[in-house]
Each structure stands twice: as structure tokens, then as C-alpha cells.
């Protein structure tokens, strides 16, 4: 697969994935809906964030660091696009459950950076081999 194709279907995605979480907005009431709504809401924002932290982070990788391989680049803006998405999806289901507090979100933080150096030192161990 080329870049191109790669930029092109992952906007397409992302763009279809926002339309449906736009959807999910306007036609799930949080108040009256089940376990099902609010699963299918998390899940759209947490694909939707994903592509859009991913597009923007290979972007900038592309344009600033022109040294690293595009396949690299690809790779570790998707991982860390994913991992923000995740962030900022955990963040905030626990605002909706009242469970933000500093503590709480340091946790977290501290957590998805401790899963990103593991990445990073497995990835690490995979290329010197």
C-alpha cells in the first residue's frame, strides 16, 4: 500500500467514523439509553480520536522529521495517536462517572506513559535483533 492510499483511507475513515459519532450525538439521549449507547459512544469517539491524533501526528512526523523511515512514521503516529485517543476517551468517562480528580488522572497519565516506554523498549529490542 502507498502512502497516498494509506493518507487517502485514513481520512475517509476518520471522516465517516466523526459522521458517526455525529450521528450517535443527535440521536442517543445519555439520560434513557443502555449500556449499548453509551458503549457505541466511547467506542466512535475513541476510533474518531484515533484517526485524527494519527493523521496530525504523521503529518507532523513527515514534515519535521524527514530522517525516520515513512513506514516508521506511520507506525508510531497510529501508536501514538491511539494512546492520546485513549487518554482523552478515559478522561473523560471519568468525568461522566465522577471519578475525575487529579489523582485519578495522573494515574492515568502515568500509566499510558509507562505503556508507551514499554512500547518503545520492545520496539527498540525488535530492531537491534
Known amino acids: 500500500m502507498t502512502l497516498r492510499t494509506y493518507l487517502?483511507?485514513?481520512?475517509i475513515a476518520t471522516l465517516m467514523t466523526w459522521l458517526g459519532f455525529g450521528i450517535i450525538i443527535l440521536n442517543i439521549d445519555p439520560e434513557t439509553t443502555n449500556w449499548l449507547g453509551?458503549?457505541?459512544?466511547?467506542i466512535t469517539l475513541l476510533i474518531a480520536l484515533t484517526?485524527?491524533?494519527?493523521i496530525i501526528g504523521f503529518i507532523i512526523r513527515f514534515l519535521f522529521l524527514k530522517h525516520?523511515?515513512?513506514a516508521r512514521s506511520v507506525f508510531v503516529a497510529f501508536r501514538q495517536g491511539f494512546l492520546m485517543a485513549l487518554l482523552l476517551?478515559?478522561?473523560?468517562?471519568?468525568?461522566?462517572?465522577?471519578?475525575?480528580s487529579i489523582l485519578n488522572i495522573s494515574l492515568l497519565i502515568l500509566g499510558i506513559t509507562a505503556?508507551?516506554?514499554l512500547l518503545l523498549s520492545l520496539e527498540s529490542d525488535r530492531l537491534r535483533s
Do not use: D, H, K, Q
Open 38 to 42: 453509551i458503549a457505541l459512544f466511547y
Open 89 to 100: 476517551s478515559s478522561i473523560l468517562f471519568l468525568f461522566s462517572r465522577g471519578f475525575f
Open 8 to 11: 487517502a483511507m485514513m481520512i
Open 68 to 70: 525516520e523511515l515513512i
Open 51 to 54: 484517526g485524527t491524533a494519527s
Open 115 to 117: 505503556l508507551e516506554f
